[in-house]
């Protein structure tokens, strides 16, 4: 009875509510105007890095008589000092290789325990997943100490490959839990029908599991490429000569020399060592945004 | 082809049996590093599988054929966790036990420590810039990630709504979040530079709101915030990102049914979108606050701790001790003192987590 008589108040309150929702004026007002100061702020330094990459000193320090939000005479000037006067090309190949290195690495390593986890059930396979899950929850920051101690032990310091070893520390766990949430998602059925008619697990897990899983595959691989391309406090402690620097350390550590900052060279180094994740980024981005979301669903 | 298959067959035999004392881990990581081999279609030992793919025949031998199964599982089990847990165990569970032995020793660079029991940490509190650095971690933690949960959660919300190129705006959005920090970081201290700043250009020559540049980076406070500006910005894409997803979940029908029983935009806010977001929100926020309490590229690419070590996070205090200094024992120390932070965040994604039944095997099996 109640339900009835509040009926009609209640459409009536709702409908003037959508439609001035809906009117021009409010939505832009609402969503357009602040999406657009978000979206300028959260670009506007990679705006100001690229910009000032291409600006001759004489403009970078001289605001008065520029326009310091545009260029007047685009030089290449700090580039070219950047690829031909420092290091910086084998720093980009000595990156390149770790990420790379260390994402084979982890897709591999969490590939095998996420189906292990996931597909061959054991009595406390929760518990494994539990464990890598927290294990993700160890910070860099505690670890980087007494890792350093371990790197020198196995005779790894100062050497790419120490990086390619301690960056699937924090990429397995965050692949093995993304890939459980996408091995979960493919029908168990499938691995059934395969099993019935004779297949290995292995057979299943090659022909049927992966090729589904590709998806996940490619999540997992960029999202360990970024994150290692990406990694800082690893690589500035246990790498010390500046050729087997990573970009990110070698550009604050090489770069960065004396009172009078070359602006103009970090910034032009700033942006080729963000250039190429930001291009790989856009690639696969649809990727890249469901591997966080999904991540975060599970 | 053929041998290796045998080969593996071998293989299995002999570590399935190790694996029934226990050895299995240690025996299972060599030949696991070889992922070829793990990848390898196995064989199936005895006639039965060579007509396997026979109907007839699969359904008469089923019992033997399980039995069978359950023979090989636990070694293909510990050959599938071997790499990772491998990796994690030499690379992650062993330093994280090391670390907590060296914060009780006082071993140096190129020097064995011996126990000190707790003197590290007993010096640790009666040093200033410890506390110092605590307590900048603990007020850049708390106003960095209110700051990105309210900003995220907003931007979130924007996101949520119809509008054209909107999956070209998400993914230009997530910009800060994929590019390295520390280059980020760099672009910062551009910004913040005391004489080039542009935002200090922009307060003074053009809106004229100020008569003298900002000193972003010279003095304490100013410095602070300037950090947390930064990590604000770098933080916000991921929080959004993630919300956004959450916020896909919620059934429109519940929005349907509060505007028919007359709620208004805010009641529905509040009494759907928020209980509904809690979870994830727990754990978005865990994440958050476990990384930014032990943020250390950004500090460490700013400010380096200065002005007058008042920026120090523990993160980079430890590393300025430990690494730089060479006082390994005191910087595990300093690092060490981090956990208990971060075992109260983890136990708040716990019971965030255990609100919904986020095990796998318990919801589908």
Redesign the interface.
């Given at each position: 009875m109640t339900d009835t008589v509040a009926q009609p108040t209640a459409d009536a309150k709702a409908a003037p509510d959508t439609m001035a929702w809906d009117s021009g004026l409010r939505r832009l007002m609402m969503i357009y105007l602040p999406l657009g100061c978000f979206v300028l702020i959260l670009l506007f330094p990679f705006y100001w890095m690229a910009i000032t990459s291409f600006k001759p000193n004489a403009e970078l320090m001289n605001y008065k008589d520029n326009n310091p939000f545009w260029i007047s005479s685009p030089t290449l000037a700090h580039i070219k000092h950047l690829l031909f006067n420092t290091a910086y090309p084998r720093w980009l190949t000595t990156t390149m290789l770790v990420a790379v290195g260390s994402t084979t690495l982890s897709l591999i390593a969490s590939t095998l325990a996420a189906y292990a986890i996931e597909r061959l059930r054991f009595r406390g396979s929760p518990y494994v997943g539990l464990g890598i899950y927290l294990a993700y929850l160890v910070p860099p920051s505690i670890l980087f100490i007494p890792l350093a101690t371990v790197v020198v032990q196995f005779g790894l310091f100062d050497s790419p490959l120490a990086l390619i070893l301690v960056y699937p520390t924090f990429l397995v766990p965050f692949c093995t839990w993304l890939l459980i949430g996408y091995f979960k998602s493919i029908p168990y059925e499938l691995e059934e029908c395969a099993l019935v008619d004779g297949a290995t697990r292995l057979q299943i897990l090659r022909r049927i599991t992966l090729p589904l899983a590709v998806p996940g595959l490619i999540s997992a691989g960029i999202f360990s490429f970024t994150l290692s391309w990406n990694e800082f406090i690893y690589a500035l402690a246990f790498i010390q000569s500046g050729a087997n620097k990573t970009v990110p350390v070698a550009i604050l550590t090489e770069l960065v020399t004396g009172d009078v900052y070359q602006w103009g060279a970090l910034m032009a180094g700033s942006l080729l060592g963000s250039l190429p994740v930001a291009i790989f980024y856009s690639l696969f981005v649809d990727y890249y945004v469901s591997s966080l979301t999904g991540a975060v669903k599970e | 082809m053929t041998s290796r298959h045998s080969g593996m067959v071998r293989n299995h035999q002999t570590s399935g049996a190790q694996m029934r004392t226990g050895k299995s881990r240690d025996s299972g990581f060599d030949s696991?590093h070889r992922?070829g081999m793990?990848?390898?279609?196995?064989?199936?030992k005895g006639p039965m599988?060579v007509t396997?793919?026979s109907t007839h025949g699969?359904i008469a031998r089923q019992p033997s054929w399980l039995v069978r199964l359950f023979d090989?599982?636990?070694f293909?089990?510990v050959?599938?966790?071997a790499?990772?847990?491998g990796?994690?165990t030499?690379?992650?569970?062993?330093?994280?036990g090391?670390?907590i032995w060296?914060a009780f020793t006082d071993?140096t660079i190129g020097r064995r420590g011996t126990y000190v029991g707790l003197e590290n940490f007993q010096y640790l509190l009666t040093d200033p810039l410890w506390w110092n650095a605590v307590f900048y971690s603990v007020v850049y933690t708390g106003v960095a990630t209110f700051g990105k949960f309210a900003?995220g959660f907003?931007?979130a919300l924007?996101?949520n709504?119809h509008?054209p190129f909107k999956?070209l705006?998400?993914?230009?959005?997530?910009?800060?979040w994929?590019?390295?920090?520390?280059?980020?970081a760099?672009?910062?201290w551009?910004?913040y530079?005391p004489q080039?700043s542009?935002i200090s250009?922009l307060l003074v020559?053009v809106l004229h709101w100020r008569s003298s540049n900002i000193d972003f980076l010279g003095s304490p406070w100013p410095a602070r915030f300037s950090l947390i500006a930064a990590n604000i910005?770098r933080g916000?894409?991921?929080v959004a990102?993630?919300l956004?997803?959450?916020l896909q979940?919620i059934s429109p029908s519940l929005y349907e049914a509060a505007?028919?029983?007359?709620a208004?935009?805010w009641q529905r806010f509040r009494y759907i979108t928020f209980p509904m977001m809690m979870p994830?929100l727990a754990?978005?926020m865990?994440?958050s606050i476990?990384?930014t309490f032990?943020?250390?590229?950004l500090v460490?690419?700013i400010t380096r701790g200065g002005p007058v070590n008042s920026t120090h996070l523990?993160?980079t205090l430890?590393?300025q001790r430990?690494?730089a200094g060479g006082e390994?024992g005191e910087?595990?120390a300093i690092?060490?003192s981090?956990?208990p932070f971060?075992v109260f965040a983890?136990l708040f994604?716990y019971f965030g987590l255990a609100r919904r039944k986020?095990?796998?095997?318990?919801a589908?099996?």
């Open positions: - | 696991a992922p793990t990848l390898e279609p196995r064989k199936d599988s396997a793919l699969a090989y599982k636990p293909l089990i050959m599938c966790l790499p990772a847990i990796l994690l030499v690379f992650l569970t062993y330093p994280l090391l670390g060296l071993t900003l907003w931007l924007l996101l709504n509008f999956s705006l998400r993914a230009i959005i997530l910009l800060p994929i590019v390295p920090t520390v280059l980020s760099l672009a910062f551009w910004i530079d080039f542009i250009y020559d910005w916000i894409p991921f990102i993630s956004l997803a959450g979940t505007m028919l029983d007359g208004s935009a994830i754990i978005v865990t994440f476990i990384f032990t943020d250390f590229q460490y690419a523990l993160a430890a590393f430990g690494i390994l910087g595990a690092a060490v981090m956990i971060l983890t994604s986020w095990q796998q095997g318990e589908n099996d």
